[in-house]
């Protein structure tokens, strides 16, 4: 049986553990409800952004080369990029794990089709992952979450976009993480280029005098509604992260205290067990004196 040193200095390191994890469990729900209310904010406008573009869109016919903006060509995926959003730290359970496993079940399902596959990677547990499976990281965004703001967004949409209306990609892909609550978050991979409107009845398509034209219109609503979409994405991730690591810090927290609980049964027995030892010494040399 361990002596009890050895217990009371393991019931002591366990307990510091606790304090640490306790801690962290409150600060990611502090940041929690502010990722929350901020994702809360952004999806009205983020669908509204989609509704507006899709009825422009849907009034550009395929039979007018010049009304079809770039961002809305189809091709056949022959290069496509795969933007995948991960934390720049651990300690928040499956959350990083998922993403990485969805990102590389998507990899390789494209490229059984034949497909070249490259990445833009936004936090550092994605790109470690990648690096160590040899992948085609085309860009590294650093620093994202540390100052997360819809201007960082933008530069990440412009780079993809750039990427796209240059035809070194056929498609672009977002991985990431959709917030549902603390303690459920659903990984996704979304379609982010070409962008594809929503459908529209055909009675409902009428037609409209445009100012500015119609082509100028979607050169403001595409980029924008990509831009959003990284946003909200980023968002995303950021709410989910919090919601991950609130429960995982609550979960180790949880079983330090079970811990905790084990080790003083375990050191009070091995204290019952050295008091026992010691009466019967003494009993034992009572007796050889009187013999």
Request: glycine share 6%; with cysteine.
């Amino acid at each position: 049986m361990a002596n009890l040193k050895e217990i009371r200095k393991r019931i002591g390191s366990v307990k510091s553990t606790q304090k640490i994890t306790r801690a962290m469990k409150l600060v990611a729900a502090a940041r929690l409800r502010k990722a929350q209310q901020a994702i809360q904010e952004l999806r009205p406008y983020a669908v509204k952004t989609y509704e507006v573009l899709s009825s422009v869109a849907a009034r550009t016919s395929d039979d007018e080369p010049e009304t079809l903006h770039p961002l809305l060509q189809r091709r056949e995926e022959k290069n496509v990029m795969l933007v995948v959003v991960t934390s720049d730290r651990g300690l928040a359970g499956a959350f990083n794990s998922g993403i990485t496993k969805a990102t590389e079940r998507r990899w390789r399902e494209l490229e059984a089709a034949g497909v070249n596959v490259c990445f833009a990677v936004i936090g550092r547990k994605g790109r470690d992952y990648l690096r160590r499976r040899h992948a085609d990281i085309r860009h590294e965004f650093t620093g994202v979450f540390e100052n997360l703001s819809v201007e960082r967004a933008g530069e990440i949409g412009r780079f993809i976009m750039d990427e796209y209306t240059g035809k070194k990609l056929d498609a672009c892909y977002l991985v990431y993480n959709e917030f549902k609550s603390a303690i459920s978050q659903d990984v996704r991979v979304e379609s982010l280029l070409p962008i594809v409107p929503m459908e529209t009845d055909a009675e409902d398509v009428g037609d409209f005098i445009y100012e500015p034209s119609k082509p100028e219109l979607l050169d403001r609503l595409l980029p924008m509604y990509v831009e959003v979409e990284v946003f909200r994405g980023l968002l995303e991730s950021v709410a989910s992260e919090h919601g991950a690591r609130m429960t995982a810090m609550d979960s180790a927290t949880n079983n330090a205290s079970d811990m905790i609980d084990r080790l003083t049964l375990q050191y009070n027995r091995a204290r019952q067990a050295a008091i026992t030892t010691e009466l019967m010494e003494i009993i034992g040399g009572a007796e050889a004196l009187k013999g």
